[in-house]
């Protein structure tokens, strides 16, 4: 058992993902099986501040691997945003007996452990709980798997209706700075293109796509657009509105899939990674890490410090750009 730690906190912050709550309860119960006392703290960092904080055992995660969202709650906080509130929180923590923290969430999430951390002492482990995939040193983030699929049933409906109708759909998706729902989600239905921040330059994707598929054989298309402002600052509505105006002879529709994605159960592969995940943190704990995201590499578990996984571009495998241009023809 790690010196100095008898009871650890575990909280998700940021937008919930599917995979969450396997996480917790894994969290949760390699934390007893390891002889340490669990507390959950509810709506993220705001319930730090608040004192939302109860004791958790393996019956209060039974029955919630399967669930998605978070049964911890999340939310956004500004108060954290400040020493001030940073310092109520650690208070908290203290008057808990909290030893050492496990927040589960995406970027900004990590981030604020990794100030917290260097405040207060406190050793944090992250773990990637985010559909958009794009923190650095992990090969999947808990959710992305469960959105991608969510994605690819929708898509596959809003097929049915455009080849009916012989319309052109433009499918927002999210991805704020990272394209790899919008690129992968493409290759699985078979969309036409894919319209991602990886891929921007100078060249007019809306133009490339036009003259490589609509205008030579199809009569109907799909095109995936991440939500990111890199993109061209519109998302789907920016495109659709593009092709009105300069293509009028094309019947356009858009569909913004939003917060659909981050709902639903969690597919086989996000449990399991939260599953290996949660597990892998409180071994992270035991062996003396502090503040490094717990990621897999290579099905390899591996510690990234939070600095890296935060600051460093997640890239995107450009032979999936090649694979999507291929095929659509």
């Known amino acids: 058992m790690a010196k100095g730690i008898s009871t650890i906190g575990v909280l998700t912050s940021g937008g919930d993902a599917p995979g969450m709550n396997a996480a917790i309860r894994a969290v949760t119960r390699a934390a007893i099986y390891n002889g340490w006392k669990v507390k959950g703290i509810y ?6 501040i608040n004192n939302e904080i109860k004791d958790l055992t393996t019956e209060s995660v039974s029955s919630t691997i399967q669930r998605g969202g978070t049964i911890l709650k999340t939310a956004r906080s500004e108060e954290f945003m400040t020493a001030e509130g940073r310092q109520k929180a650690y208070d908290n923590l203290v008057a808990n007996g909290i ?9 900004g999430s990590l981030a604020g452990a990794q100030i917290f951390a260097a405040e207060h002492d406190v050793p944090c482990i992250g773990l990637p709980g985010t559909i958009d995939n794009d923190l ?14 969510t994605i690819m049933e929708c898509v596959d409906k809003i097929r049915d209706t455009a080849t009916s109708h012989d319309r052109i759909f433009f499918v927002e998706v999210m991805g704020r700075d990272a394209g790899f729902l919008a690129q992968n989600s493409a290759i699985a239905a078979g969309a ?8 921007y330059t100078d060249m007019d994707q809306l133009e490339q796509f036009i003259n490589r598929g609509v205008r030579k054989s199809k009569n109907s298309s799909i095109v995936i657009v991440s939500e990111s402002p890199k ?3 519109g998302g789907a509505m920016h495109y ?5 105006n300069e293509y009028p002879q094309y019947d356009v529709r858009v569909t913004i899939l939003g917060h659909l994605q981050r709902g639903g159960t969690p597919t086989a592969f996000d449990r399991i990674l939260a599953s290996r995940l949660g597990v892998a943190s409180i071994e992270a704990l035991n062996e003396g890490q502090r503040n490094v995201m717990v990621g ?10 939070f600095r890296k996984a935060i600051k460093m571009d997640k890239p995107i495998n450009k032979e999936l750009i090649n694979v999507l241009g291929v095929l659509s023809i």
């Open 43 to 48: 709506r993220g960092y705001e319930g730090l």
């Open 99 to 107: 030893d050492a923290l496990i927040v589960i969430g995406g970027n």
């Open 192 to 199: 036409e293109a894919a319209i991602i921040p990886e891929d």
């Open 296 to 305: 897999i590499s290579n099905d390899n578990i591996v510690y990234v410090p």
């Open 240 to 244: 659709a509105e593009r092709v009105r």
């Open 136 to 149: 650095y040193g992990t090969d999947s983030t808990i959710g992305y798997d469960t959105a991608l699929n």
């Open 231 to 233: 993109t061209g600052g």
